[in-house]
């Protein structure tokens, strides 16, 4: 398993998955390529929400491949927190393509995105998920997340939040 930037040559890969999420909302929401007219134009924005623009931190994207060079994760690190990230977001995003959950890819792909994190130098991460979302919460944990205050959202939802120490 390894970590892989989004490039041109996923694009086929890239289209699969996009297409096995189905109606649901992507997580994270960078890899959506709905309402691009050509892969390249989303990459090309890509690129400029990348650098960080307007509600974007600078941030970076990565496909976790498998050894038949198949996507079955996706995962998205800000370098930075707003305050929309500290309460709600945190610094990583990550999502599974539904016929590869529960194989232990989030587990994994959390654990090589710290190592990502630490090459920009930073010394802790918050990784949030929603209160009802045990898998996620797994996950986190599994990656020695200890948790902080949770965050009550204006609609009442309830967002736990951890740290990570790197
Ligand atoms: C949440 C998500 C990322 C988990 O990915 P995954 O690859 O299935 O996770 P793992 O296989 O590494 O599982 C980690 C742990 O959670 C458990 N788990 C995973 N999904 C679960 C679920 N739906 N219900 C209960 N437990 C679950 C696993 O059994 C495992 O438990 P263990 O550590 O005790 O063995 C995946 O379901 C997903 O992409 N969901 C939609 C997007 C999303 O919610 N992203 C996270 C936003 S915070």
Redesign the pocket.
Known sequence: MRLVKVEQKWQAEHEAYFKEWGSARM?PSSFNIAGYDTYEEYLEELEIRQRGIKNWVPNTNYFLINDNNGIV?MVNIRHTLNSYLYNIGGHI????RPS?????????MLAEALKKCKDLKLKRVLI???ED????A??IL?NGGIEDEHFQDVDGSVIRRFWIEI
Do not use: L
């Not at 995003?93 to 599974?96: I, Q, S």
């Not at 590869?100 to 994994?108: D, L, M, N, S």
């Not at 979302?133 to 996620?136: C, H």
């Open positions: 997580v994760a995003g990550y999502g599974v590869e959950r529960q194989k232990g890819y989030a587990t994994i949030t998920c929603d979302n045990i898998g996620s797994k996950v599994n």
